[in-house]
């Protein structure tokens, strides 16, 4: 991954936003079940910078990339499911950079 260009950004934050997704998971069980609401409370607002982050940068990409309306339909549904971004990068990121090389 390059953080020289925006894919290289974008590709980055799909995946930590994904992991921080997974974590999620984790911390749900800690504040509900074990009364523990700081690893969630803290997940959770790095989560969401990094969910808002990804979402930027996806706008961008696209402004760049010129995508169509279904890569970019599938990039940003990848953010709203479990294992969505780590997909995406896959199907779509990786290839998007590997043309600009």
């Not at 934050?13 to 994904?18: P, R, T």
């Not at 700081?38 to 760049?64: D, R, S, W």
């Amino acid at each position: 991954m390059n953080f020289k260009s925006t894919i290289g950004v974008l590709r980055v934050l799909a995946l930590l936003e994904g992991v921080s997704y997974l974590l999620l998971a984790l911390t749900m069980p800690l504040k509900y079940m074990y009364e523990m609401p700081l690893p969630n409370k803290i997940v959770g607002m790095t989560h969401g910078f990094l969910f808002i982050a990804y979402c930027i940068m996806v706008f961008v990409v696209n402004q760049e990339k010129k995508w169509s309306f279904l890569t970019n339909f599938w990039a940003y549904l990848a953010s709203l499911l479990p294992f969505g971004t780590f997909v995406a990068d896959a199907k779509i990121f990786k290839k998007e950079q590997l043309k600009s090389i």
